[in-house]
């Protein structure tokens, strides 16, 4: 890969060079009061970010994955019912988390690209009483969205919590923690976050931490255990030094550097700055003659954009894409893997980079035998972004 390459997979991404700039600074002690004062700032602005009154904010050396193993080993314990909303890889990810903790796991699923509807998710609820539904936000294979809020809404209706996945959509995709009432978020650094891959970062609101303080039985995880680290990043907060593992002290300067650029855009901004970009590309996509994988128009996510190869180009396509100075993602869902491709577009993503990779795109797919237009798909997209 050139330098010059533009990274357009769903994570990691582009990251600012400001961020990446934090992170050379010389390594302070972690109870330094200079250290204690830059994590107790991240732990405030996490807040911020998930729109959270009253969360308790974890920011853990870890990927995406410990980030779900966080919820899960701190929330279930052995026998406890899970429901699993099942829109891709991700959210079986979740569940196989939830049975390796001792959970009993129901899932509700659709087919590729769908996700399953209200009635249906309630109808699972009505058979049993379930301590939690794990809910992916965007699930990074299929690049559908799910619609939290109404589902966090069911859950608390029948006295679960509501825990989102939201690694391919925190900071990119509308989410209010406290208005929508969803009990625990987790989500990791390297996508809409905008730092280098490393931290697994979970808050907390108080059913959750209510449901943790009230458990029968130890966490099966010493490294998970929120009983170690609630005190440690209390003690940030409060600004006091702490103790449990070494934080990542280079990532969590990146991370507030990071915060800081998303809450000096603003939340309601970077929403519609993620919604305005993904329309580009779908209109892009539209243009071209490729198809969404999400089925409907209120299923497709603005963080990525998963799209079916057209007829006669195969999964060579990315590779392609590649030799024009654009790195998009294969196909991952195991059902449609050699089917699709998939393009990030979250974080420090520009209109600029849109025209890039649609361009990018075009070339490919000429390249690759298909006919069309040449530039058909950058006006789209220029037309949407204008
Ligand atoms: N959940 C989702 C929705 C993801 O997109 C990913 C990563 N692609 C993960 C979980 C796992 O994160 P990681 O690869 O950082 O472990």
Redesign the pocket.
Known sequence: MSERDLLMI??PIEFDPAVLRAMAAPTLSHVSPEFVEIFGQVLDDLRKVFLSDDGQPFVVAG??????ELAIANLVEPGDAVLVVNTGV?SS?FGKAAELHGAEVTQVGAEVGDAPSPDEVEAALRQRDYKLVAI?Q???STGVLVDVPGIARLAARYGALSVV?G???TAGEEFRQSAWGVDACVT?S??ALGVP?GLAVAVFGPKALAAFEKRRSPVRSYYADFGEWLPIMRAYEERRPAYFGTPPVNMIYGLRESLRQILAEGMEGRFARHRRIAAAFQAAMRALGLRAVPVREELVAHTLSAVYYPQGVDATLPAKIRTQGVVVATGLHPAIRSAYFRIGHMGTVTPGDVLVTVGAVERALLAAGYRFEPGVGLAAAQKALS
């Open positions: 769903p994570g990927s995406g994955t410990f980030a779900l991700f990810r992916t965007v699930d990074t996945d690694v391919c959509a990791a390297q996508k891959p």
